[in-house]
């Protein structure tokens, strides 16, 4: 995980860190990047096996070691004290953060995050089947794209021949989809008990966003995350789906700079 990662950077002052879901990239941020960059120094990251960022085959890509990843691409860049916001993967990571690293992590943005997952997404689930999945890797590419983003958008208008081309450009690199079949693979379920283990441990404050209309997470999923993080506030976005952040910018956006400027200032 120590080779050099493809990110994004704008802005001055305190550091806010982005990250992106499954199968997406720092492109996830577009809207947010600029924006936000005119209150924080703002790093929008490709995670490894995403993006332009090293697709090695033979990498560990369990949530615990991208966690160390990113901390050791902070570490590099004399990054002590931030703000992680994450989407889907992206926010379950932050979570992990936020645990191990409570004395850096000072806030944490969570836009529905895979915190609670009791399956893998099915757009995902074939990369996990034994052979099958190898050969499903071999066989995906671009054209993928825009069912994949039917199911993360709420308003399937957004899905624009710009934003297709922005996902899929990785895609049409065999050794990129075998990088995603490798992470598909080596995600974990974790138990329930596990789950509010970790949950339990978060003390930071928290700002959590959800579409209602998310069908790859489900915005029960939302309460029952508040119930377990009572310091967290809570945004439910109408008409919206899996990406906040891509289909709600300005909203997401106002919430971020708004929540971060009592937080930090607290």
């Avoid at 492109?27 to 924080?40: D, E, G, I, K, M």
């Avoid at 065999?174 to 789950?195: G, H």
């Avoid at 579409?211 to 008409?239: M, N, Y």
Wanted: with cysteine; glycine share 6%; net charge positive.
């Amino acid at each position: 995980m120590r080779q050099e990662w493809y990110f994004e950077s704008q802005g001055r002052g305190p550091t806010l860190l982005l990250l992106h879901g499954l199968g997406a990239s720092s492109f996830s941020w577009r809207h947010n990047l600029t924006p936000l960059a005119r209150h924080f120094q703002v790093l929008a990251v490709d995670l490894p096996g995403h993006g332009r960022s090293p697709a090695r085959l033979n990498a560990d890509y369990h949530q615990e070691a991208l966690a160390r990843g990113i901390m050791d691409f902070l570490e590099r860049r004399g990054i002590r004290k931030l703000t992680v916001a994450g989407n889907s993967l992206g926010g379950g990571l932050a979570l992990l953060l936020a645990r191990d690293y409570p004395e850096r992590v000072e806030a944490l943005i969570l836009l529905a995050p895979a915190v609670a997952l009791r399956r893998v997404p099915w757009l995902f689930y074939p990369l996990r089947l034994p052979g099958l999945g190898l050969l499903t890797a071999a066989l995906l590419g671009p054209w993928i794209i825009p069912l994949a983003l039917r199911l993360a958008y709420h308003r399937p208008q957004l899905i624009t021949p710009e934003v297709v081309a922005g996902y899929a450009a990785p895609y049409r690199d065999l050794r990129r989809r075998l990088a995603l079949w490798r992470i598909c693979r080596q995600l974990q379920i974790p138990p329930w008990s596990e789950i509010e283990a970790l949950l339990s441990k978060i003390h930071q404050p928290t700002a959590i966003v959800w579409g209602e209309q998310d069908r790859i997470l489900p915005v029960a999923q939302a309460a029952w995350l508040q119930t377990r993080l009572p310091q967290a506030e809570l945004h439910l976005l109408p008409e919206i789906g899996h990406a906040p952040q891509e289909e709600a910018p300005a909203t997401v956006n106002k919430i971020i700079i708004a929540f971060l400027a009592s937080s930090l200032k607290n």
